[in-house]
């Protein structure tokens, strides 16, 4: 791009994480643009489903964020933009109630509200996933210890989930 007074602002992603459920089209924070929230954008593609009927709490686990948190579940059917085009499985509170997604919605996340696990299931057609943190960084703090003994062993949590910007 030719530099403008304006360019510096028009940010590409340059694919530097791939998400597994899909292609990754932005994933920018403070470290990006000064100033700037966490904001995380991928498809979600037929295929990458994570339903396993024998471990319900599979997927990311019960965690918080120490700053509100935006879930952006968005159809891509332009003669029907409300049907998500799939269901995803998002479970909020400390009891972990269960809520099935299938249409167009954004989910409101209190700071250090418990939620997740979080994982799209049936994907008929690819749909948009968009994650806003409102804070300049990513925060994260597990729950794990609220799913079943079984889950929690099943999982190498050391390797995938880890506690961010928690002391």
Known sequence: MVETKYGKYIYKYDSEFQHPLGPMLARMDNNTFQGCQFYMVHWIMPGTDTHFEDR????????????AELLFHIG????NPMDLGGEAILYLGPELEKHVISETCVVWIPPNFIHA???????????????V?????????????????????STDWANRWKDEGYD
């Open 56 to 67: 319900p709490y599979a997927g990311h686990p019960p965690h918080i964020h120490r700053d």
């Open 76 to 79: 891509t059917d332009p003669d």
């Open 117 to 131: 696990p979080w994982r799209p299931i049936n994907t008929k057609r690819p749909w948009i996933f968009i994650e």
């Open 133 to 153: 943190n409102q804070g300049p960084l990513h925060t994260e703090k597990s729950f794990r210890q609220l799913l079943p003994k079984e889950e929690r062993e």
